[in-house]
């Protein structure tokens, strides 16, 4: 009789095209059969009959901090919460940790550090600034997914933003190498202005500051992307569009060929510029929260299939940074999330608005698999590396501070209630977290 490591059986199997009952069986870290009623034994079987089965998922876009920001969050706290919310793999942005990752040396820093502190599948983003435009190939050939570079001021010192010349440059180095450049678009000379005749005005409210980094700019830098795009033949990535019209620019752009792809985070798909006037800066991020008209068109691109992943943008700091009181444009803009996307999917996506389980599959596990290279990553099948999260979708809790395991316990989804309690989740055929607790040190 055919033996393996461990067999989850009776779970409800979602992969990006069905959900069905039958069990999953793992041998080194591999899925090695799929189907109902695997004969043979698991040293370890978990019964998970009544709960859903998901291949763990991917975490496109997160600010881990380490090394050189530790404080603020870290390689294992950060890592941990994405465990605990059923996501196995991650990519790493490379500013926010010090010195940020634009050449080998620093990101062999991260490589080994994360090698020893992450419970999951760590990936690295490489940078894109004025200053490195020499070493995006080096970093290419030593494991980056896809560069990052800021079209506005990234708030971090030793990031600067690729200027016009910087941003043309750095695509065609990007193109020549066959790789994919991530971008936070916004009109850095919008933004600036605006803010500054805000501020001047003494007009610092939550509204003033959303005011101040309006969706035409967005647009602005994205039709601008689009343009050097097409010349350089460079793929690119937009990060955290905050509204569907921002993903209609970039569909057409599609529509004629062009290689980009899309993200919007889970915040813009649960919270509003209400939320910014109640939780000041736990909700404070750029580009900022929406209205709620906002956020429903953006669900109708989400289920329209025009967005092609979700991911947290999780950019922790100490509660100390987040205190906003009466002026928005101080204290750190971030949202702390990476625990809660999948809850948001369920709640806000599946229960309320039939976002199927499938195409959360689709949106945190094949399409980013597909679009950054993972073989292997991203749904359930024969051949796959056994990352799993064994979730109760029908257990609602109230989220509270106690249950992140953030560095920082804060975020803006405390207080809410959600679906989905992550009952176990596996990286590479081992179990990790079950549960409520971590069960490897
Ligand atoms: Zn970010």
Request: aromatic share 6%; charged share 25%; glycine share 10%.
């Amino acid at each position: 009789m055919a033996t393996y490591d461990l067999i989850i059986r009776n779970g409800q199997i979602v992969t990006s095209e069905s959900v069905t009952t039958g069990d999953i069986a793992i041998k080194d870290g591999k899925i090695v059969e799929v189907g109902s009623q695997i004969s043979g034994q698991g040293t370890n079987e978990i019964n998970a009959e009544g709960l859903h089965v998901f291949p763990g998922l991917i975490d496109t876009h997160v600010h881990f901090n380490e090394p050189g920001r530790t404080e603020w969050e870290g390689i294992e706290t950060g890592s941990k919460s994405l465990a605990a919310g059923g996501v196995t793999s991650y990519f790493d942005m490379p500013l926010n940790s010090t010195p940020p990752t634009i050449d080998k040396e620093n990101l062999d820093i991260k490589k080994k550090l994360s090698a020893e502190k992450s419970v999951v599948n760590p990936n690295f983003w490489g940078g894109l600034v004025p200053e490195n435009i020499g070493k995006l190939k080096e970093l290419h050939e030593n494991g980056v997914i896809g560069f990052k570079a800021f079209m506005s001021p990234s708030g971090i010192d030793d990031f600067n933003r690729a200027d016009d010349e910087t941003l043309y440059k750095g695509m065609k180095e990007i193109a020549a190498v066959g790789s994919r450049l991530a971008v936070h678009a916004e009109s850095t000379v919008m933004c600036d202005q605006l803010a500054t005749e805000k501020i001047r005005a003494g007009k610092t409210s939550a509204r003033d500051f959303v005011e101040s980094r309006p969706i035409i700019s967005e647009i602005e830098a994205v039709r601008r992307l689009i343009s050097y795009a097409e010349a350089t033949g460079c793929k690119v990535h937009v990060v955290h569009a905050s509204s569907k019209k921002v993903v209609d620019v970039i569909n057409e752009a599609k529509q004629k060929g062009v290689d980009i792809t899309v993200e919007t985070c889970a915040h813009y798909l649960a919270l509003t510029v209400k939320d910014l006037e109640e939780k000041g800066g736990l909700a404070k991020c750029a580009p900022p929260l929406r209205d709620q008209d906002e956020v429903d068109d953006l669900w109708t691109a989400v289920l329209n299939g025009e967005v092609d992943m979700i991911a947290s943008d999780h950019s922790p700091a100490p509660t100390s940074m987040k205190t906003v009181t009466d002026n928005y444009f101080e204290g750190w803009g971030g949202i702390s999330g990476a625990q809660s996307t999948l809850n948001v999917l369920l709640t806000e996506g599946h229960f309320k608005r039939n976002l199927p389980l499938e195409k959360i599959v689709t949106l945190m596990g094949t399409n980013p698999a597909k679009v950054f290279g993972l073989a292997n990553k991203g749904n359930i099948a024969v051949g796959y590396d056994a990352d799993i999260a064994i979730v109760n979708i029908n257990e609602s809790f109230k989220l509270e501070n106690d249950d992140l395991f953030y560095r920082h316990q804060h975020s803006p989804y405390v207080g809410m209630t959600f679906n989905g309690k992550v009952k176990t989740t596996i990286v590479n055929g081992k179990v990790v977290f079950e549960n409520g607790t971590f069960l490897d040190a």
